[in-house]
């Protein structure tokens, strides 16, 4: 047969099957099994590029080979036939493998899956909670706040805070205690 390919080397194993003249037979899947047999270097070559590993390559491949068996007609271009059959069967073991699918436990799963972002519900107390807190801390004496922010917010030290505001630390430690204890009984926590 001469279908006007005139390579010094056939481009590929199809095109060297069709100038030997072996490119019909009676059934197409032992045709196919056949061809992929004979090209398995090539197609595993072609699919390993695809996928990007040489096992899976090797695995869609064996499945493929399994599969030609129930090919119901000829094809035209078995290569082209072939390999769409082995990237067919590699997204079926991919999705097949997702992690998902893989989680013994259920709870596992879903945790998973669940949002960390606050919803509604505590989104809204935590803005009830800051609202009660910032009113405790506009109910306390000027000291008392200036001393909370600048231990708890500025994260200054408590010789610092006590050089600023000419305390001795245990009345620095006294104002921030009373601070703590009224912010937290406002929100309904315990701050310290």
Partial sequence: MDFGIHHAEPACAFEADLAAGRGDEAEPGIALRDFLARNYLHLHRRLQRHLGCPDRASDCLHDAWLRLDDTPAAVQSPEAYVYRVACNLAVDRMRAERPWRQVADAEVALACLVDPAPGPESVAEDRATLK???????????????????????????????????????????????????????AGTSLC
């Fill in 132 to 186: 009660a807190v910032q009113r405790a801390m506009q109910r306390l004496p000027p000291r008392h706040q200036d001393i909370l922010v600048a231990l708890r917010v500025c994260e200054l030290t408590r010789d610092e805070v006590a050089t600023r505001h000419g305390l001795s630390l245990r009345r620095v430690d006294t104002a921030l205690r009373q601070a703590l204890r009224s912010c937290a009984e406002a």
